[in-house]
């Protein structure tokens, strides 16, 4: 089955610096990357997504890369701001019919600071 | 409108007792997952739902836990004779299938064995 590790586990940086965030999977059929954003105490949302047929995809200051033949991806925010500090999941699926298990990394927990 | 709910939001049992706990996915959405989330841990995945079946029940870790859906909405996880270990934060997620991935969670029940 599939199997996602993510690294670091935790990042520090300073307001206005770039956060990266990076994930290896297992499963060469895996074709749907989601990043997740949880912070305390609240439920996981989707920051964005990408498909194995898209290497590259970014939303205003947030960007995901993938490499299909490495079987990596990355998540990558710029011009970070203190309201980015939460821990981010990433996750791979094989999308099949509509269904897809989500396998998760461990978690990135992220601290801006002001 | 309205989102996934969980009840209850919180559960506190003694070692040994039943509990059930219940997700009420979006409207129309016929996918339903339900992930656990242990303490500084990534999301794990336990169950699927496509209507009232569940074709994916690979992540259930025992026969302790068992799960229904009934009228393609409402679901119940159940734990029999919980155990310390099945203390975690249970999430519900539900999205509307075929080519839309987008898995929405609720706000999760926190377990607690004693």
Known sequence: ?114 | GAGVSQSPSNKVTEKGKDVELRCDPISGHTALYWYRQSLGQGLEFLIYFQGNSAPDKSGLPSDRFSAERTGGSVSTLTIQRTQQEDSAVYLCASSLGGDINEQFFGPGTRLTVL
Do not use: M
């Open chain 1, 1 to 114: 089955g599939e199997n996602v590790e993510q690294h670091p586990s935790t990042l520090s940086v300073q307001e206005g610096d770039s956060a990266v965030i990076k994930c290896t999977y297992s499963d060469s059929a895996s074709n749907y990357f989601p990043w997740y954003k949880q912070e305390l105490g609240k439920r996981p949302q989707l920051i964005i997504d990408i498909r194995s047929n898209v290497g590259e995809k970014k939303d205003q200051r947030i960007a995901v890369t993938l490499n299909k033949t490495a079987k990596h991806f990355s998540l990558h925010i710029t011009e970070t701001q203190p309201e980015d500090s939460a821990v981010y999941f990433c996750a791979a699926t094989p999308l099949s019919g509509g269904y897809n298990k989500l396998i998760f990394g461990a978690g990135t927990r992220l601290a801006v600071h002001p």
